[in-house]
């Protein structure tokens, strides 16, 4: 069955490092992948998604490509701040199902 | 934006009580629900799908006698835990999809603790 393995944390950084967690994956055909984030307190919100291979996904400064050949999502950020803080979740949703699949989640610390 | 609304954010309650918990989409129909179970460093398990009007479609190995779910309203789930027990102990999460769009609306999950 489809899966989602994500490194996990906790991952404690200074702030303007840069960020990254691995996140690969298993699925049959052609998933989309997303990065979700939970913030203190609250649900989670999509953070960025990609349909197809080679997609990169963005927003608030996160990146994440699509690589079918490596079945990675990996989440980058070049320079973290304290508001980052949170944990972070990779998905999948296979083709043809509405089906979430998620990963452990990493929580990460940024420190000033 | 969508917005859910999930409560009680929190509740403890006695071994062999029943406990339930809402799920509400404020400015959108949630025609598909999905519940969540989170165990502290795991991810989020998949427990049931439900769609308006229809019975829920529960995952392998979650008892649906256990786990009541109700998407009687196109804004308004609910699952009970029915004769809980510690072992019932955990953060259950909704998550909710309108008719027609791509996103997953999640609520604020709540913290179930059965003493």
């Known amino acids: 069955g489809n899966s989602v393995t994500q490194m996990e944390g906790p991952v404690t950084l200074s702030e303007e490092a840069f960020l990254t967690i691995n996140c690969t994956y298993t699925?049959?055909?052609?998933?989309?992948l997303f990065w979700y984030v939970q913030y203190p307190g609250e649900g989670l919100q999509l953070l960025l998604k990609?349909?197809?291979?080679?997609d990169k996904g963005s927003n608030k400064g996160f990146e994440a490509t699509y690589r079918k050949e490596t079945t990675s999502f990996h989440l980058e950020k070049g320079s973290v701040q304290v508001s980052d803080s949170a944990v972070y979740f990779c998905?999948?949703?296979?083709?043809?199902?509405?089906?979430?699949?998620f990963g452990k989640g990493t929580k990460l610390t940024v420190n000033p | 934006g969508a917005v859910v609304s999930q409560h009680p954010s929190r509740v403890i309650c006695k071994s062999g009580t029943s406990v339930k918990i809402e799920c509400r989409s404020l400015?959108?129909?949630?025609?598909?629900m999905f519940w969540y179970r989170q165990f502290p460093k795991k991810s989020l398990m998949l427990m049931a799908t439900?769609?308006?009007?229809?019975?829920?479609?529960?995952e392998q190995g979650v008892e649906k006698d256990k786990f009541l779910i109700n998407h009687a309203s196109l804004t308004l789930s609910t699952l009970t835990v029915t004769s809980a027990h510690p072992e019932d102990s955990s953060f259950y999460i909704c998550?909710?999809?309108?008719?027609?769009?791509?996103?997953?609306?999640f609520g604020s999950g709540t913290r179930l603790t059965v003493v």
């Open positions: 439900s769609n308006e009007g229809s019975k829920a479609t529960y």
């Open positions: 990609a349909t197809k291979a080679d």
């Open positions: 699925a049959t055909g052609y998933p989309s």
């Open positions: 998905a999948l949703r296979g083709g043809g199902s509405e089906k979430l699949v």
């Open positions: 998550s909710a999809r309108g008719d027609g769009t791509y996103g997953y609306t």
């Open positions: 400015d959108f129909q949630a025609t598909t």
